[in-house]
């Protein structure tokens, strides 16, 4: 039940955070949050890349995906930035995107490898920090 709790909190939070960030840039941005349940296989990009033309912001949890695949997976959305944190291709891994079109730069800031990725939003002389986190999910991680 604790696990539960945290969880809660910790969604509560991001959607803190999110209007945060919407509230900084002063303009209208959509944002999404996901758990890919593992993107490693390309059948899944497909799906993935539907939602994306509506947003404008995208953290992705439990990405799967490894260096070797960024590649290929970034080549269908051109028109984004990534950041990614890799795990390895059977377990974690965290990425942000945004949409170029937004005026928004991109910088990596910090990560815990394929756990926790953060990076700083900065537009019109404001900075936003954005996290983006895959918690672990039972006491022996």
Not at 50 to 75: A, G, M, R
Not at 126 to 137: C, G, K, Q, R
């Amino acid at each position: 039940m604790g696990n539960r709790k945290c969880l809660v909190c910790l969604l509560r939070s991001w959607l803190s955070i999110l209007n945060m960030i919407v509230k900084a840039f002063c303009i209208a941005l959509m944002v999404i949050i996901l758990n890919a349940n593992g993107l490693h296989n390309s059948s899944k990009w497909s799906n993935f890349w539907q939602e994306i033309p509506k947003n404008d912001i995208i953290c992705v949890q439990e990405t799967h995906l490894t260096p070797d695949q960024e590649y290929s997976f970034k080549i269908n959305a051109q028109s984004y930035d990534f950041i990614f944190s890799h795990g390895t291709s059977n377990l974690v891994g965290v990425f942000i995107t945004v949409r170029r079109n937004t005026g928004v730069i991109v910088v990596k800031s910090g990560e815990i490898p394929g756990r926790l990725l953060s990076v700083d939003l900065s537009s019109d002389n404001v900075t936003t920090h954005v996290i983006n986190i895959y918690a672990l999910n039972n006491a022996a991680q």
